[in-house]
Every structure is written in structure tokens, then in C-alpha cells.
Nanobody, 115 residues
């Protein structure tokens, strides 16, 4: 399984970005998510969506970020609104697939929020 993340960039506080993650196959995917890692910090879960479309968000992004997927396009999205400097990080898409929930990671896309 291959994942290709895109959509990062530089945005001012209060701005918006939409991240995309193209997945080579949606077969046997259990759930999909976005993680982020800021300099000097551990990677953290931002949002996750299950095969049944159940969504979970980190408290820090709830109400500002929306995770979604398009099965026809094999793509995972993260709509990020009202971005703040503390959202600055490398964002990674992740899927868990198969009976053993094997993890697969995209290459990461940089999001920088700065005036």
C-alpha cells in the first residue's frame, strides 16, 4: 500500500488548507487518519476516520478540522480551518489495513502557520 500526501504550505493565522492523501488501494482498510509532528515533539494523532465513517479528533483541532474520504478517488482529506501557529507541523497520513491492523504511512507534508 502506498500513500502520497499533498496540500501543505504556508498560511497566515486564521487561514485554511486542505490536505489530501492518495492511497493506492482502499482494499481491507480498517481506518485512516492524519497525524502531525512539530519540531521537538512526538507525533500525535490529529483525526481518524473508520471504515464506517466514525470520526475522532484531537481536542486541539475539534471544531476547526474535518477529516473525510472519497472511496471513488481513493483519497483521504483533512480540511483545516482557522489555522493557528501551534498547528505548524509535518502532517502524515496513515492507514491501518488487514486483520492485523498493519500501519502504512505517507511521506509527510509541511504545514506552516505564520504571519
Amino acid at each position: 500500500v502506498q500513500l502520497q500526501a499533498s496540500g501543505g504550505g504556508l498560511v497566515q493565522p486564521g487561514g485554511s488548507l486542505r490536505l489530501s492523501c492518495a492511497v493506492s488501494t482502499m482494499f481491507s482498510i480498517k481506518d485512516m487518519g492524519w497525524y502531525r509532528q512539530a519540531p521537538g515533539k512526538e507525533r500525535e494523532l490529529v483525526a481518524r476516520i473508520s471504515s464506517g465513517d466514525s470520526r475522532n479528533y484531537a481536542d486541539s483541532v475539534r471544531g476547526r478540522f474535518t477529516i473525510s474520504k472519497d472511496g471513488a478517488k481513493n483519497t483521504l482529506y483533512l480540511q483545516m480551518n482557522n489555522l493557528q501557529p501551534e498547528d505548524t507541523a509535518v502532517y502524515y497520513c496513515n492507514i491501518r489495513a488487514g486483520l492485523m491492523y498493519v500501519n502504512y504511512w505517507g511521506q509527510g507534508t509541511q504545514v506552516t502557520v505564520s504571519s
